[in-house]
């Protein structure tokens, strides 16, 4: 009787051991293949950043990054590398509200100090740029965080947080590997979400931004599909800073050649010789001074004109655009980028473009004639759009060509840059108007803490960099993903463990 009674406590027990483990491991949490304390979603300058401060304060940190080693860290390596020492006043104005004056202060002085960080590692800054310019300043990021041996997994993209369905609280992430096989990764402490921006996800642009889509370049890293944006919106993240002013543009690409090569190759103005070109819409119409700065502008783009009047919704009347020029623009040297110091394309070794533009016009990147007449046609048959009203056209270069005989533009374009149009032969081209990246989506506060629709914190799910930041430009750039990478960082390392 006793050994019943012994068995029947002994089966009580365990039965009451399985049923503690069932309720401790809930049906959503999946079986851990990784673990670390504080887990870095994007290897660019702000996932680095994260994963330092996290473990100077003595966090265990693991990054995963989406690309492999050679395309790693997102638009810094794409980009100029520009460095300029920003106030904190500016700072605070940059962000439209959305941060207090003692919030800059702390941005400013981080930065700071993670540059002299950088410094430390090589940085070298001349005339506001770094050395080596973008893939320059992200090899100085990548020598740091090797140095401080954080371990970094390659193409290893994050595909979905694992959270508590009730409370939202994040215990981990869950990756895929490069050979498609599922990877899970308990973050003890919680996520830091580094992705960047989303400019390379054009369903999400159509959404955030355009109402009926338009065609755009894009000259920053196809990695920007907004990855960690979709993630943390699955389970509740509120968003903010969204609008047309979170786009940075960088000028025009060359749709055929752009399309063609997968990433955006820029038109480029003359460096020298004559300014020669004009740019007009499917009437045939000039719309926009030809040599207004758009890089990183908040103004009203001249090519989004929309007309949304009822009942027509005509949408971008200046859309499709694009660039025609003479012979002596052709002649004085090339029309896109060579040996260019900004761009995925250039960064990348991906195209350089001939001295001559003869490589180029052999490609059928754009077309030539020797009148305007079969310009137009030539022009229709390469694009597959309606041909451009080719009277209209004619009227267009000679208005524009009585401009320059008098030194006064319709458009306002500095008589500096007012060189005519010559006879033929012709040359012309669709361009697009190119995008760098965005910096609007995650709402945050001023810890890196992602916020609900309500502004309350997700439980330990923090952001920095390019996902979410919604400011102008000023601490949107290099040393604001610095910035911004460590002040998360920090405050993910200081949390308790699950």
Not at 156 to 165: E, G, S
Request: net charge negative.
């Amino acid at each position: 009787m006793k050994k019943i009674i012994a068995t029947l406590i002994c089966l009580a027990l365990t039965l009451g051991m399985i049923s503690a483990l069932a309720e401790e491991t809930p049906a959503w949490m999946p079986n851990w293949d990784r673990d670390a304390d504080v887990v870095v979603v994007g290897f660019g300058p702000a996932g680095a950043m994260a994963a330092k401060a996290a473990q100077e304060n003595g966090a265990s940190t693991l990054i995963l990054e989406k690309a492999s080693k050679e395309y790693a860290g997102g638009s810094a390596p794409a980009s100029m590398g520009f460095i300029k020492p920003y106030t904190a006043e500016e700072i605070c104005s940059s962000a439209m509200g959305r941060m207090t004056m003692e919030e800059a202060q702390r941005m400013f002085d981080k930065e700071n100090e993670l540059l002299d960080w950088m410094t430390q590692n090589g940085l070298n800054i001349v005339n506001s740029t770094s050395e080596g310019n973008g893939p320059g300043f992200y090899d100085v990021v990548v020598k740091g965080i090797e140095a401080l041996g954080i371990e970094v997994l390659y193409e290893t993209p994050a595909v979905k947080l694992i959270c508590d369905p009730e409370t939202k609280e994040v215990y981990g992430v869950q990756c895929q590997q490069a050979d498609g096989s599922d990877l899970y990764v308990r973050a003890n402490k919680g996520v830091v979400l580094c992705t960047g921006g989303y400019a390379a996800n054009k369903d999400l642009m159509t959404r955030f931004h355009f109402a009926d889509m338009i065609d755009y370049a894009l000259a920053g890293a196809p990695t920007q599909t907004g990855d960690g944006l979709l993630m943390a919106v699955e389970i509740g993240a509120g968003l903010d800073g969204v609008s047309n002013q979170q786009i940075e543009w960088y000028g025009y690409s060359y749709k055929v050649a752009s399309d063609e090569m997968g990433t955006a190759i820029l038109h480029m103005g003359p460096s020298l010789g004559p300014d020669s070109r004009i740019f007009v819409n499917t009437n045939g119409e000039r719309f926009m001074d030809e040599e207004m700065y758009i890089v990183h502008s908040k103004c009203q783009m001249p090519f989004l004109a929309y007309d949304g009047t009822f009942p027509i919704y005509n949408g971008y009347f200046n859309l499709s655009m694009y660039v025609i020029f003479d012979q002596a623009m052709f002649e004085a040297g090339p029309v896109g980028p060579r040996d260019y110091w900004c761009g995925y394309a250039s960064m990348y070794d991906i195209y350089n473009w001939s001295e001559d533009n003869q490589a180029e016009l052999d490609r059928g990147w754009f077309v030539k004639a020797d009148t305007i007449d079969e310009l137009v046609e030539k022009l229709a048959a390469q694009s597959g759009n309606d041909p451009i009203d080719v009277e209209n056209l004619k009227k267009t270069i000679e208005a524009y060509n009585a401009g320059c005989a008098e030194q006064s533009d319709a458009f306002g374009r500095s008589e500096f840059y007012l060189d005519p149009i010559g006879d033929g032969p012709y040359y012309a081209a669709q361009i697009l108007p190119t995008v760098v990246y965005t910096i609007g989506g995650l709402s945050g506060g001023p810890n890196g803490e992602t916020l609900d629709w309500e502004g309350n914190p997700i439980p330990r799910l923090y952001h920095a960099g390019d996902v979410g930041q919604p400011t102008k430009i000023l601490i949107a750039a290099l040393q604001g993903a610095l910035a911004t990478g460590d002040i998360a960082g920090t405050a993910c390392s200081q949390l308790a463990s699950h």
